[in-house]
């Protein structure tokens, strides 16, 4: 009976001084925009300085298999596949930086 009652106790007690002890501690804000739009075309941006060197280094591959096709219908259609995927991705990045543009002169 005592282990109960001293196990209350303690739930009590914590429960009592969770108010003050929320007070004393103060977590500042790991996000240094203000807004949304911000955070979102930071994103963009990230993803664009990712994207252009990936794009980059797809289009030299795709390249490299044109020259080393040597007639291989096989590894000509891969390259070409390569390079029609690389520069579908760039457009959507391309056009997700313009999306938050527009938006963001639509809500100014």
């Known amino acids: ?7 209350s ?6 429960f009592l001084f969770i108010p003050f002890t929320i007070n004393a501690v103060e977590i500042e804000n790991p996000i240094t925009y203000e807004s949304t739009p911000e955070l979102i075309g930071a994103l963009v941006n990230f993803l664009m300085m990712i994207a252009i060197p990936i794009a980059t280094i797809m289009i030299v591959v795709a390249g490299f298999y044109f020259v080393t096709a040597t007639g291989d219908p ?6 070409k596949r390569i390079v029609l ?24």
């Open 74 to 79: 096989e590894k000509i259609q891969k390259a």
């Open 9 to 14: 106790l303690i739930i009590v007690l914590v």
């Open 85 to 108: 995927w690389t520069l579908i991705g760039l457009l959507i990045i391309l056009s997700a930086w313009g999306f938050i543009e527009v938006i963001e002169t639509l809500f100014k």
């Open 1 to 7: 009976m005592s282990k109960i009652l001293f196990k």
